[in-house]
């Protein structure tokens, strides 16, 4: 057997390796440097698992060669490819990032288990995306959060341990309901195989038991990425966080949620056809469109940037969920092509916001008046994530906006169409309020003590800006995954 044989399995299994030898090191450069490849190595084979779906198709790898549905079973396909590639990317560019922006805000005795819950929770998110196992994805879904939770309360702010407790109760109610709703899909089936429970729930789905069983799901699962109106823990968890974490929870946690969403609700439970006939498409569209919505209007009357982008995260969740609820092809793909999109250009955001905070030592609105003079290219990096953001033509955000409104438009569903451009337009209010007091208010007594931020964070803020850019001027390769990958999700869902 080859090592490319094994890539499932060790896309998971090295980075939790890696987390007691970054303990072990303890050094905080040596555990850095530890995340960091790993990162950049999880990138690799996830990558070649994308290219090995792309050339030869869906496959599955078997733990300890027991046959599914008995055994675990890691599925890999268009969908969880794409996702593994999205949270690695993300991961690797971050852990460059971290670097500094961690020497700067966690005291040095902590610094490596910084590094060491990263990767422990990078290892969750690519779990979550691989496997095929309902409760096994529970498992993953475990690992992840409790390394966020521990994430987030590193911050230097005490009020980073209130936000970190209110993720974690929150966070626990989440996957409570999710493993409820799988033990009541078990306890109708007897299976937890994802594929295995799609053939049979069909003949059950007229239960109560069934159908409460995906009504937990879909709680549990809503709480996790952040649905309106189950996205309390989120504004305070990404403003108090350290900047490396926040921008890697905003560009994954979120987007894994929603995966597990999709792989859950509409590629298990969808093929029973009760997301055409019980009305919880018209159910998800109203909560998306209110998330779009309302999001955005809370995000304008923000102090703190990172607030706001957090509420900015809550309406992009509803974009998402709004080409989830079309129940098309088409809107699945948009959906799924936003999951990439966002992730770029939220982390970008959030890279940039932690260069001003390790020259300010804070994010607020007031403090950064004219701030753009003084570090150009972390604000310009800003600037074109924050237009990608609105949705201005040649970034990601323009990209998904259209073929979502494309999808909507085909369902004749126009008023809904409009109400996307308002949330649209409600972005630009949001962001332009922050670059207008950027770049042309009067330099604040805090801004004029700033410099530029070093290279070893620009570069990895510009990285993630130029793919804003790059994946918006040709988005044929993006598109052609998501519609391969809405392809697979939609296989079986009635309409």
């Known amino acids: 057997m080859t090592i490319s044989e094994h890539l499932p399995a060790l ?21 850095w440097l530890v995340a960091s490849g790993t990162s950049w ?14 050339d030869h198709g869906a496959f599955s790898y078997q733990l300890g060669n027991w046959a599914a549905p008995w055994g675990i079973e890691y599925r890999i396909d ?26 700067h805000e966690i005291e040095q005795s902590r610094q490596y288990l910084f590094h060491a819950l990263f990767v422990v929770c990078l290892s969750g998110l690519l779990g979550i995306a691989i496997t095929g196992d309902a409760f096994n994805l529970f498992v993953f879904l475990e690992i992840s959060s409790l390394s966020t939770y521990a994430m987030v309360a590193l911050g230097r702010d005490r009020r980073a341990l209130t936000a970190a407790m209110r993720y974690l109760v929150l966070g626990t109610v989440g996957a409570t309901f999710y493993v409820i709703g799988v033990g009541l899909a078990y306890m109708m089936t007897g299976t937890l195989n994802m594929a295995d429970l799609a053939a049979r729930l069909p003949a059950v789905i007229h239960t109560s038991t069934a159908q409460a069983g995906l009504a937990f799901l879909v709680i549990g699962i809503g709480l996790k990425m952040a649905a309106f109106p189950l996205h309390f823990w989120l504004p305070d968890a990404y403003a108090h966080a350290p900047s490396a974490a926040s921008a890697f929870l905003a560009g994954t946690a979120t987007k894994v949620a929603v995966y597990a969403f999709l792989r859950m609700v509409v590629g298990v439970f969808g093929a029973t056809g009760i997301l055409a006939v019980a009305a919880m498409a018209d159910m998800l569209m109203v909560v998306a469109v209110l998330g ?33 609820s079309l129940l098309t092809e088409a809107g699945l793909a948009a959906g799924i092509v936003h999951l990439f999109n966002h992730a770029v250009m939220k982390s970008a955001l959030f890279l940039a916001l932690g260069s001003v905070f390790l020259r300010l030592g804070s994010v607020r609105i007031a403090d950064l008046a004219g701030i753009g003079r003084r570090m150009p290219l972390s604000m310009a990096a800003f600037l074109v994530a924050g ?4 949705g201005v033509p040649l970034t990601v955000g323009f990209v998904s906006k259209w073929y979502l409104v494309e999808a ?5 569903l126009w008023p809904v169409a409009v109400l996307v451009l308002l949330s649209s337009l409600l972005a630009v209010v949001y962001v332009w309020r922050v670059v207008e007091v950027m770049w042309f208010a009067k330099p604040s007594a805090l801004a004029l003590t700033a410099v530029e931020a070093p290279l070893s964070m620009l ?22 995954v998501a519609r391969a990958a809405a392809a697979v999700l939609m296989t079986g869902v009635g309409q």
């Open 459 to 480: 570069v990895p803020t510009w990285m993630l800006a130029g793919a804003a850019v790059w994946f918006g001027v040709d988005a044929t390769g993006t598109m052609a």
């Open 78 to 103: 268009m969908a969880s490819a794409f996702i593994l590639v999205i949270v690695s990317a993300i991961a690797a560019v971050v852990s460059l990032y971290a670097r500094a922006s961690v020497a």
């Open 387 to 390: 237009l990608s953001m609105i």
């Open 11 to 31: 896309v998971v299994v090295l980075p939790l390796m890696a987390a007691p030898a970054c303990v072990m090191l303890r050094h905080p450069f040596a555990a």
């Open 408 to 412: 909507i438009l085909h369902k004749g």
């Open 292 to 324: 779009m919505v309302v999001g955005s209007a809370v995000a304008i009357w923000q102090t703190d940037i990172r607030r706001a982008l957090a509420y900015s995260s809550v309406a992009q969740i509803g974009y998402v969920l709004l080409g989830i």
């Open 41 to 54: 190595l999880c990138l690799l084979m996830s990558a070649l698992l994308l290219r090995q779906v792309a």
